[in-house]
């Protein structure tokens, strides 16, 4: 299982003849976006699966999640604008998500919103002094949550219970998912993987 952090002010990498024609067809800034996490992907799953970037078999579409055959494992990616990419990979179930913590937002909307009526007793015990971070805690770790298996953050936000540091349980899939977080500079960082995988991700920073 890996983990890799990689700013957008890093060089660009090879990308597929596919991708550089669906590229073409985007704005300006969407096609550096896509240019920029594809490039990335088939570098940092290079180095796992070695394999050439060119025979990576990433299928990498725009919005929407990358997908590798089985075999090769799974894959997913988080970049918050165009600032920082996150890249997870493992051989099971995976999903990975970063905010910035200077973040604009409106806490007392989020609070009364739907996203985090599960999660009002831990909402209670933060320390107020860090709320906002806490809550951007919460945010990073269910989305990884939601990607971990392909659902929708409309659809599926409230399927997911974060039970203590260390799991959440989904009650209508009857399945657990152990999560890490990591503060990282400004950037909040969330993953949520198998809970046969005994070991916490490794992180490496691409600078």
Same mark, same amino acid.
């Given at each position: ?90 051989? $099971?179930?995976?999903?990975?998500? *970063?905010? !910035?913590? +200077?973040? =604009?937002?409106?806490?007392?909307? @989020? &609070? /009364?919103?739907?996203?985090? $009526?599960?999660?009002?007793?831990? *909402?209670? !015990?933060? +320390?107020? =002094?860090?709320?906002?971070?806490? @809550? &951007? /805690?919460?945010?990073?770790? $269910? ?23 260390? $799991? ?40």
């Amino acid at each position: 299982m890996k983990l890799w952090f990689i700013p957008f002010n890093n060089k660009y990498k090879f990308i597929s003849s596919c991708e550089e024609k669906i590229s073409e067809g985007l704005s300006c800034k969407r096609s550096d976006s896509y240019r920029f996490t594809r490039g990335y992907l088939r570098y940092c799953l290079s180095k796992v699966l070695c394999l050439p970037c060119k025979d990576i078999p990433i299928s990498a579409l725009p919005g929407k999640p990358p997908t590798l055959p089985t075999k090769f494992g799974y894959v997913s990616i988080s970049h918050y604008s165009n600032e920082a990419l996150l890249i997870g990979w493992s051989l $099971k179930k995976i999903g990975v998500d *970063i905010e !910035n913590i +200077n973040r =604009n937002l409106n806490l007392d909307s @989020i &609070l /009364k919103s739907k996203w985090f $009526k599960n999660e009002e007793k831990l *909402i209670s !015990n933060l +320390n107020k =002094n860090d709320f906002k971070e806490d @809550i &951007l /805690k919460i945010w990073v770790i $269910k989305e990884a949550l939601i990607k971990s298996h392909f659902g929708s953050i409309f659809k599926n936000y409230d399927d997911w219970i974060i039970k203590d540091e260390g $799991k959440a349980y989904n009650y209508k899939l009857k399945i657990s998912r152990k999560i890490f977080y990591k503060r990282l500079d400004n950037w909040n960082i969330g993953m949520a993987f198998d809970e046969d995988i005994k070991y916490e991700p490794e992180l490496i920073e691409l600078r």
